[in-house]
């Protein structure tokens, strides 16, 4: 199974970017699907990206399209997530998932690895 470790998060005022790094350990990420989640308190873990191993196909959640970027570097083994013209609204824990399912998931049930999750604080 593999491992992740998130990192990058912090306190950003509105209109901010940050960058999310998801480091992979264990296995090779060039086999897995690798999707972004956050999760509010009081709120259900939501998808936030995905990016595909077979096709390189990614996926947002229409929140977050057009600002937000998934990438994948599979030398480093390492996920991104570069965020931007961030909202408060975007204050969550954001966590990197690791999937061995074909195609783009968006559902949190169809992921196998999960990291401890990085908290991103975006103030007005």
């Known amino acids: 199974q593999v491992q992740l470790v998130e990192s990058g998060g912090g306190l950003v005022q509105a209109g901010g970017s940050l960058r999310l790094s998801c480091a992979a350990s264990g296995r090779a990420i060039s086999s897995y699907a690798m999707g972004w989640f956050r999760q509010a308190p009081g709120k259900e873990r939501e998808f936030v990206a995905v990016?595909?191993?077979?096709?390189?196909?990614?996926r947002y959640a229409g929140s977050v399209k057009g600002r937000f970027t998934i990438s994948r570097d599979n030398a480093k083994n390492t996920v991104y997530l570069q965020m931007n013209m961030l909202k408060p609204e975007d204050t969550a824990m954001y966590y990197c998932?690791?999937?061995?399912?074909?195609?783009?998931?968006?559902?949190?049930?169809?992921?196998?690895?999960w990291g401890p999750g990085t908290q991103v604080t975006v103030s007005s």
């Open positions: 998932a690791a999937s061995r399912r074909v195609g783009v998931p968006v559902a949190p049930s169809e992921y196998d690895s």
């Open positions: 990016t595909s191993w077979s096709s390189g196909s990614t």
